[in-house]
């Protein structure tokens, strides 16, 4: 029986949950030896996951499951993953992305090089009215993603390895502000920082699937943004796959259980259309069997405090 875990806000704070069938079951429940350590967040979980999917695996399949503590369709998730060492990026990813968003109909793979970023541990939230607009920008993009959980640390990892470090996967959305990040006010007129570094820009849940249960290579992407369709891919587009990705990244740094690693974004984001987010818009990113990962665009009651570019330059020339 397949399952997933994932973190739910209740009455008495963050509850970690087991999900299987529809239902949810408290894991101090169902696996009391493994519920302490993640009261509040799953990184610790991850930290012994050969051990912990094993004592999951086994009150499963022993049957007389606890009582439930409510139903995926009513809980309120939260971001699985609240405090990871990494968070990490794969950008230009998808064969589709770069044919159809940029016009690029001819990608040597061998001739590049795998494009990376990071986001900060601000940038994760969970489903909901959780994405704050970032008020510094006038261009807010969507990207749905495909984001592997890592499960035992690992530093240059052989590429025969690579998928033993994999944990789970859930969805993310890697939202970006395409004014920054194309900023000309940059020397490079670049900025990935500003761009897709700021608060609330990863959300990421419902809920972790554990890998054995997920074939990366054979997963459909489907976005919808107030219930339009705007990105329909699949997997298969990817340029370099999950096991490439971890081997090539943990060249550069060492991966730890609970890292996030969003694995690049298929074609129809809003950015080739000049389509874009705005306060109100519902996103509904949906991956394979992962779930759908349903976010609202609220404004930020901070937004009133926004040092922007246009105030910049009205007090240089002022």
Known sequence: MTYAVALI???????????TGGSLYALSDLAPQLAMAAASDLVPLFE???????????????????????NAADARFLAPIQRPANVICAGSNYYDHLAKDFGITSFDKAANDILYFTKQ????????????YPSQSVAFDW????????????????????????A???????????????NKRQRRQFDLFGGKGF????????????????????????????????????????????????????????LRPGDL??????????????????????????????GTLGVEI???????????RQQLLAAEQG
């Open 261 to 290: 690693l969003f694995t690049g974004s298929p074609a129809g984001v809003g950015h080739a259309s000049g389509t874009y987010l705005h306060v109100g818009d519902r996103i509904e990113a949906e991956i394979g069997d992962l």
């Open 199 to 254: 608060d609330d820009s990863a959300p990421v849940g419902p809920k972790i699937v554990p890998g054995r249960f997920v074939d990366p290579d054979d997963l459909a992407l489907k976005l919808r943004v107030n219930g339009e369709t705007k990105q329909d891919s699949h997997t298969r587009e990817m340029i370099w796959t999950v096991p490439e990705l971890i081997a090539d990244v943990s060249q550069h740094v060492t």
């Open 9 to 19: 806000g209740t009455s008495s704070g963050p509850c970690a949950v087991v999900e």
């Open 121 to 132: 541990a601000g940038s994760l939230v969970g489903p909901g009215k959780t994405v704050r």
């Open 298 to 308: 609220v404004e930020d009651p901070d937004s009133h405090r926004v040092w922007n």
């Open 48 to 70: 012994n996951w050969d051990e912990a999917s094993q004592g999951l695996d086994a009150a499963i399949a022993r049957g007389g499951l606890p009582a439930p503590v409510g």
């Open 143 to 166: 990207e749905i993603e495909l984001v592997v959980v890592i499960g035992r640390t690992g530093r240059r990892i052989p590429l025969a390895d690579a998928m033993a470090h994999v």
């Open 168 to 182: 789970g996967y859930t969805i993310g959305l890697d939202l970006t502000a395409r004014d920054l990040q194309f």
